[in-house]
T-cell receptor, first 115, second 112 residues
Framework: EAGVTQFPSHSVIEKGQTVTLRCDPI?????LYWYRRVMGKEIKFLLH????????ESGMPNNRFLAERTGGTYSTLKVQPAELEDSGVYFC?????????????FGPGTRLTVT | RKEVEQDPGPFNVPEGATVAFNCTYS??????FFWYRQDCRKEPKLLMS???SGNEDGRFTAQLNRASQYISLLIRDSKLSDSATYLC?????????????FGAGTRLAVHP
């Protein structure tokens, strides 16, 4: 069974540009999460989808970030316009159920560098 | 104050050593507790869940003390392959949904 996949693996963009990250969860996983790790800091929660609905977006840093999950399958995270402090590794995770007893499986991450 | 605090290390130990990591969390309403492992430039992977009664998985033992809001991980007979960053992770009560709160991680380096 394929794991969580993310695209691209790396992205280097200039400040002010737009970048869209994609996450494909494990097939059948209704729950999809976005997290990010900025340099020297801990991994932080961004948001949680249940199917196509945003269940919790309390971790989204500001309105330059837009996450979507049309059709409840893959998800995209758009950063527009990108700022230097957005650099970091963006992880996507999926789980079969929202409860804590169900493991969240992480993708390999997208390393974003804003110059 | 950070929600989950860990000693960043690094812990440099020889093969065969026993090493212990500790972690504290600030939200007393936290419901679920985990240790994740992260290899360099890789994604975090669940190592084990942590239960109030304590639990063991091979060479790994995890303990939870809710009164002190303290979590520990003990690794016995360290292997070279145990070298990684160990992340203490807590899931708070937030309407029942399972967002994960990560510590910054403790780095372990096992040498021959």
């Amino acid at each position: 069974e394929a794991g969580v996949t993310q695209f691209p693996s790396h992205s280097v963009i200039e400040k002010g540009q737009t970048v869209t990250l994609r996450c494909d969860p494990i097939s059948g996983h209704d729950n999809l999460y976005w997290y990010r790790r900025v340099m020297g800091k801990e991994i932080k929660f961004l948001l949680h989808f249940v199917k196509e609905s945003k269940q919790d977006e309390s971790g989204m840093p500001n309105n330059r970030f837009l996450a979507e999950r049309t059709g409840g399958t893959y998800s995209t995270l758009k950063v527009q316009p990108a700022e230097l402090e957005d650099s970091g590794v963006y992880f996507c995770a999926s789980s079969q159920d929202w409860r804590a007893t169900y493991e969240q499986y992480f993708g390999p991450g997208t390393r974003l560098t804003v110059t | 104050r950070k929600e989950v605090e860990q000693d960043p290390g690094p812990f440099n130990v020889p093969e065969g050593a026993t090493v212990a990591f500790n972690c504290t969390y600030s939200n007393s309403a936290s419901q679920s507790f985990f240790w994740y492992r992260q290899d360099c430039r890789k994604e975090p992977k669940l190592l084990m869940s942590v239960y109030s009664s304590g639990n063991e998985d091979g060479r790994f033992t995890a303990q939870l003390n809710r009164a002190s809001q303290y979590i520990s991980l003990l690794i016995r007979d360290s292997k070279l392959s145990d070298s990684a960053t160990y992340l203490c992770v807590v899931s708070p009560f937030s309407g029942g949904y399972n967002k994960l709160i990560f510590g910054a991680g403790t780095r372990l380096a096992v040498h021959p």
